[in-house]
C-alpha cells in the first residue's frame, strides 16, 4: 500500500510537483500544464466560433441571393436528386443566361441543371434518362423572344448534360485538329475526317471534324428511342441531316435539303420535310440511318411530323395549319382544326392538340373519334409534351412579353407554371418513363 503522503497530488491550478500525475501507483504520465489546456481550449471555441459564423453568412447569402449555390455542381445534382421521380427538364432564362432547369411533376421544386450554359434550341433526353442534349450558343445569351425557341445566334456545338450537372461538348461546330484553307472553303464538300473519336457516355466525349467548308452550327440534337443513335441538322434551313451512333462512330449525312426531322419508333428510320430547292416540291421522306432507302410519303405537304409511339399511326400539321392524322401508310386521314403543335399519348390511343382559333386543348383518340376539349382560353401553345403516365401535359405558352412552361393535370384541370421565377422557359420533356418501372 502506497502512502498518503507519498501520492503526488495537484495544486489548486493543477500543477504537480515535477510536472507528473499518478493515476494509479506506478503508472505515472506526463501532466499538461493548466496554461496550455487553457490554450487549446480557446483555439478549439475559435474553430467552432468561425465554422459557425462562416455558415450563418454563407446561408444569408444563399438566402438573399448574393451567393448562387447553384455555381456548384454538387449543389445542383443534390436539387436534381431530391425532386424524386417524374420529372420535366426545360430551357429557361432569368434575363442574363439561358440553362437547363429541371422540376418535378407539380412545380413545387425548380432547379437548375446546367450553369451559364447559353443553351439554345431544343433539348432532348436519352432513353437511360442520364443524359439531355442541346446547343450552345457561342455568342453569349441569346435573344429573349415573345415566342418560340431560344435559337442560338452561332452554335458551339452540341452539348451533352448529366443529372450531376456535368456538361461537355459532344459534337463541335468547327475542325478541331484541321486546318481550313480558302480553296477549301470553295471547293465543295470534303470528306469528313476524324480527330478523337471516343464512346458517347457520361464521361466522355466526341470531338470529331464535320466537313471544313461547313462552318454552320449543329442543331435540333434527338436521341433516337433505342438511345444508339444521335442526329441533328446542321446549316440553315434547308439543313444537312446527320446521324451518328452512340458507340462513337463518325457521323454521316442521311439527307440533304431538310427543314425538320424525326425519328420514327424502330429507331432505324427518320421522316424528314424537305425544302423548297427547286425543282424539288415540298414532301414528307423516309430514310435509313445510313441514308439508303430514301423515299417519299404519299401525304399532303407539312411539318412537325410525329409518329405514334407504336409506329401505327401519324400526326403532322399541314400547310393550311390544319392538324392531320393518318395511319403509318397514309390512309384513313382525319382533318382538325388549325393548330401549331402536338403529341401523342405514351399508348399510342391518343393525341392532344391546341386549337389556335377557339384558344382550347383537346384530345382525339388516335383513329379520329371522340374530340373533346381538356382545357379553355389558352392560346399559342407551342412544345406540348404528354407526361410518360399519361396523367398530365406540358407546354409553352406564349404572352405579348414573354413565354412560359406550364403542366395541366388532366386529372384534376388545374394548371400551373412550371418555373414563375424565370423570365423566359420553353421546350419541356419528360423524363424517360422506363426509369421508374
Known amino acids: 500500500m502506497v502512502a498518503e503522503e507519498n501520492v503526488l497530488r495537484p495544486d489548486a491550478d493543477g500543477e504537480v510537483p515535477g510536472g507528473l500525475s499518478?493515476?494509479?501507483?506506478?503508472?505515472?504520465?506526463?501532466?499538461?500544464?493548466?496554461?496550455?489546456?487553457?490554450?487549446?481550449?480557446?483555439?478549439?471555441?475559435?474553430?467552432?466560433?468561425?465554422?459557425f459564423v462562416g455558415l450563418m453568412v454563407g446561408l444569408t447569402l444563399a438566402v438573399t441571393g448574393t451567393l448562387d449555390l447553384?455555381?456548384?455542381?454538387?449543389?445542383?445534382?443534390?436539387?436534381?436528386?431530391?425532386?424524386?421521380?417524374e420529372r420535366l427538364a426545360f430551357l429557361g432564362s432569368d434575363g442574363h443566361y439561358s440553362d437547363v432547369y429541371i422540376t418535378d411533376r407539380h412545380a413545387t421544386r425548380l432547379c437548375r441543371l446546367s450553369y451559364h450554359s447559353n443553351a439554345a434550341g431544343t433539348i432532348a433526353w436519352r432513353n437511360d434518362g442520364q443524359q439531355i442534349v442541346f446547343a450552345l450558343n457561342s455568342e453569349g445569351p441569346p435573344t429573349l423572344?415573345?415566342?418560340?425557341?431560344?435559337?442560338?445566334?452561332?452554335?458551339?456545338?452540341?452539348?451533352?448534360?448529366?443529372?450531376d450537372g456535368q456538361m461537355h461538348v459532344l459534337i463541335p461546330s468547327r475542325p478541331t485538329n484541321s486546318t481550313v484553307s480558302s480553296s477549301t472553303a470553295t471547293s465543295g464538300p470534303k470528306p469528313a475526317t476524324p480527330a478523337s473519336i471516343t464512346s458517347l457516355n457520361e464521361t466522355e466525349t466526341l470531338t470529331t471534324s464535320l466537313p471544313a467548308?461547313?462552318?454552320?452550327?449543329?442543331?435540333?440534337?434527338?436521341?433516337?428511342?433505342?438511345?444508339?443513335?444521335?442526329?441533328?441538322?446542321?446549316?440553315?434551313?434547308?439543313?444537312?441531316?446527320?446521324?451518328?451512333?452512340?458507340?462513337?462512330?463518325?457521323?454521316?449525312?442521311?439527307?440533304?435539303?431538310?427543314?425538320?426531322?424525326?425519328?420514327?419508333?424502330?429507331s432505324?428510320?427518320?421522316?424528314?420535310l424537305t425544302g423548297l430547292i427547286p425543282?424539288?416540291?415540298?414532301?414528307?421522306?423516309?430514310?435509313?440511318?445510313?441514308?439508303?432507302?430514301?423515299?417519299?410519303?404519299?401525304?399532303?405537304?407539312?411539318?412537325?411530323?410525329?409518329?405514334?409511339?407504336?409506329g401505327k399511326h401519324i400526326a403532322w400539321v399541314l400547310q393550311s395549319l390544319e392538324l392531320a392524322i393518318a395511319d403509318a401508310d397514309g390512309s384513313n386521314m382525319h382533318m382538325f382544326r388549325a393548330t401549331r403543335d402536338?403529341?401523342?399519348?405514351?399508348?399510342?390511343?391518343?393525341?392532344?392538340?391546341?386549337?389556335?382559333?377557339?384558344?382550347?386543348?383537346?384530345?382525339?383518340?388516335?383513329?379520329?373519334?371522340?374530340?373533346?376539349?381538356?382545357?379553355?382560353?389558352?392560346?399559342?401553345?407551342?412544345?406540348?409534351?404528354?407526361?410518360?403516365?399519361?396523367?398530365?401535359?406540358a407546354f409553352a405558352v406564349a404572352t405579348?412579353?414573354?413565354?412560359?412552361?406550364?403542366?395541366?393535370?388532366?386529372?384534376?384541370?388545374?394548371i400551373c407554371l412550371a418555373s414563375p421565377k424565370l423570365l423566359w422557359s420553353g421546350v419541356p420533356a419528360w423524363e424517360p418513363f422506363y426509369l421508374r418501372i
Open 70 to 85: 447553384n455555381q456548384f455542381s454538387w449543389f445542383r445534382a443534390w436539387c436534381v436528386g431530391s425532386l424524386g421521380t
Open 213 to 266: 467548308r461547313d462552318t454552320l452550327s449543329p442543331l435540333a440534337p434527338a436521341w433516337s428511342p433505342d438511345g444508339a443513335s444521335l442526329a441533328f441538322l446542321q446549316g440553315s434551313s434547308p439543313a444537312t441531316l446527320w446521324v451518328m451512333s452512340r458507340d462513337g462512330l463518325l457521323p454521316r449525312t442521311a439527307a440533304q435539303d431538310v427543314v425538320s426531322f424525326s425519328w420514327l419508333p424502330d
Open 400 to 414: 405579348y412579353s414573354s413565354t412560359q412552361v406550364v403542366i395541366l393535370d388532366l386529372t384534376t384541370g388545374q
Open 145 to 163: 423572344p415573345m415566342q418560340g425557341h431560344l435559337e442560338p445566334r452561332a452554335s458551339l456545338g452540341i452539348a451533352a448534360l448529366t443529372l
Open 279 to 310: 425543282p424539288r416540291q415540298q414532301e414528307i421522306h423516309l430514310v435509313q440511318v445510313d441514308g439508303t432507302n430514301d423515299r417519299s410519303l404519299s401525304l399532303p405537304p407539312g411539318g412537325n411530323l410525329k409518329w405514334s409511339p407504336d
Open 22 to 51: 499518478v493515476d494509479w501507483p506506478g503508472k505515472p504520465k506526463q501532466y499538461m500544464p493548466s496554461r496550455m489546456r487553457r490554450a487549446r481550449r480557446w483555439v478549439v471555441r475559435a474553430v467552432l466560433l468561425a465554422g
Open 268 to 272: 432505324s428510320t427518320i421522316s424528314y
Open 342 to 393: 402536338m403529341a401523342w399519348s405514351p399508348d399510342s390511343t391518343r393525341l392532344t392538340y391546341s386549337d389556335e382559333q377557339s384558344g382550347t386543348i383537346h384530345i382525339v383518340n388516335a383513329d379520329g373519334s371522340n374530340d373533346r376539349v381538356v382545357h379553355d382560353q389558352i392560346v399559342n401553345v407551342s412544345d406540348i409534351a404528354w407526361s410518360p403516365d399519361g396523367a398530365a401535359l
